[in-house]
């Protein structure tokens, strides 16, 4: 990339950023997004109860549901608001190529999403209070649920690209993320490979491979595989190139 | 400096722009007139590089807008119609940010809001939030953001919509000054302001050029008009120009 990309890049960055600063978006999201963790993680997991006081299981459990919910939030402004606005006739006559503008944009909502997390660390000084957990799986665990977040905020990216409606890009994303949160469900693929025909459960099979829960949840054990943060590039690299996609249907 | 060859766009089965060409060289003027839905702001998109034409070629000071859409962009300034802005940032921080991405940087980009500030009579807003200026307001925002870098080719979709008779004055007679070193577009409606900014008009219907001259060789097009108001009801309304030639 060439120092005018950069700059380019980061311009778009930061208003989209401060643009979260601005607006009580960020405030509320972040207020949510650790009520709901701690509150899973104390009253639902019973941390407290149990002398097992692995993080994995009780408290980056729950990440992927409330991304489910709380991603889409974050990023549905991301493209949509340009639509609505209109602005984006100025941003996209502006001598900043698509993709500069795409990465800015999914940058500042990845950051945004990386303070709301680092504001998770309490739970992990309990835990180093109570016990003596292993540091490698809180590492891992913080960085599967990061690459979960800003997964689903690539795929939030997309849909917004595609429709100046907020709402509309909210209830589509939360959808998306639902489904392919579900679609790795152990008790979810049993049920669905009894219900199909036989022949058809290498299908469903296939198609349960692709769930984030499984890369997810080896991650958060703490097997740091490449095999598994791959996947996830992969799917925000593909979710980015849809956004551009987007973009270029509505100036077509 | 703007050079326009058979641009075509069709929107599905809709040709929204048909076969127009034309050129603006420095220190001209340039009315684009035509009734709504005639092509105008779709033509305007494609010569500023949003829209991608169908067929048909666009280049700006020589470069290309399709093969090198950064490069040309680089040297026009735009203000799309509706004068769209960031609700959720200060006069100065959009200028600002717009001065950014047009590779202004540090003083550089103080030097540049401070000037368009002054020129758009901005200053007493410069730290009002976008989403409570009036519409004048927000449209002279929208105007100091096309002219920040100085650009040699500006274009403008109808600059002086919504605005009150002051301000209408104080948008033409800028853009009759900066006319004299740049090539402009705009695009209007109001056909006194045609004769009082433009050094030449194209008139366009339904996707395609129907008229292009001076203000003055337009009125002679058709005889008997006294008014250019005349010769563009008569001109892009095929009917009324059937009944009269029965």
């Avoid at chain 1, 607006?23 to 949510?32: D, E, L």
């Avoid at chain 1, 829960?213 to 590039?233: Q, S």
């Avoid at chain 2, 949003?50 to 680089?74: H, N, W």
């Avoid at chain 2, 002054?118 to 807003?125: A, G």
């Amino acid at each position: 990339m060439s120092n005018r990309a950069i700059q380019n890049t980061l311009a778009v960055f930061k208003r989209e950023f401060l643009a979260y600063f601005n607006s009580p978006v960020f405030y509320v999201i972040v207020v949510i997004f650790l009520l709901a963790t701690n509150g899973f993680t104390f009253f639902f997991s019973r941390l407290l109860d149990s002398d097992d006081v692995s993080l994995a299981t009780r408290f980056f459990v729950w990440h992927p549901w409330i991304y489910t919910v709380l991603a889409p939030a974050v990023g549905m402004r991301l493209w949509s608001e340009e639509h609505r606005l209109g602005t984006i006739e100025l941003l996209m006559t502006m001598p900043v190529s698509p993709w500069q503008a795409i990465l800015g944009k999914f940058f500042a909502a990845s950051v945004i999403w990386l303070i709301a997390l680092a504001l998770t660390f309490p739970i992990v000084g309990t835990v180093a209070y109570l016990g003596d957990p292993d540091s490698g799986p809180i590492i891992s665990g913080y960085v599967a649920s990061y690459l979960y977040a800003m997964t689903c905020l690539a795929v939030t990216s997309a849909i917004s690209a595609f429709t100046r409606s907020q709402v509309v890009c909210f209830i589509i994303s939360v959808a998306f993320c639902l489904v392919i949160a579900l679609i790795g469900d152990p008790g979810l693929t049993q049920t669905v490979v009894n219900a199909v025909p036989n022949g058809m459960e290498g299908v469903v099979q296939f198609i349960s491979f692709f769930s984030f829960m499984d890369h997810f949840f080896e991650m958060t054990k703490g097997i740091f595989v490449l095999r598994d943060v791959l996947y996830f590039v992969s799917v925000i690299v593909v979710a980015l190139l849809v956004t551009d996609l987007g973009l270029r249907s509505k100036r077509a | 400096m703007i050079q326009v060859k058979n641009l075509i766009k069709v929107f599905g089965t809709k040709v929204a722009v048909d076969d127009v060409s034309f050129s603006v060289e420095k220190g001209e003027v340039l009315g684009f007139l035509g009734p709504n839905g005639a092509g105008k702001s779709t033509t305007m998109r494609m010569v500023t590089g949003y829209f991608r034409p169908t067929s048909g070629s666009v280049s700006i000071c020589g470069i290309d807008m399709l093969e090198e859409p950064e490069l040309a962009k680089q040297r026009l300034g735009y203000l799309p119609e509706n004068a769209p802005l960031y609700s959720d940032m200060t006069v100065a921080s959009f200028l600002g940010f717009c001065a950014e991405l047009r590779g202004m940087h540090g003083a550089a980009r103080t030097r540049a809001i401070d000037r368009v500030l002054d020129l758009c009579f901005l200053d007493s807003v410069r730290n009002q939030s976008v989403d409570t200026l009036s519409k004048g307001y927000r449209h002279r925002t929208c105007f100091a953001q096309s002219i920040i870098h100085d650009p040699d080719v500006l274009i403008l979709d109808e600059p002086t919509d919504g605005l009150d008779p002051n301000q209408k004055h104080e948008v033409r007679s800028m853009i009759k000054r900066m006319g004299k070193d740049k090539a402009i577009i705009f695009s209007t409606h109001i056909l006194e302001e045609v004769e009082a900014a433009c050094s030449r008009a194209i008139i366009i219907d339904r996707g395609k050029v129907v008229a292009d001259g001076t203000p003055e060789s337009l009125k002679k097009l058709v005889p008997g008009a006294n008014s250019l108001d005349e010769v563009f009801r008569i001109i892009t309304n095929p009917d009324t120009a059937v009944k009269k030639a029965a």
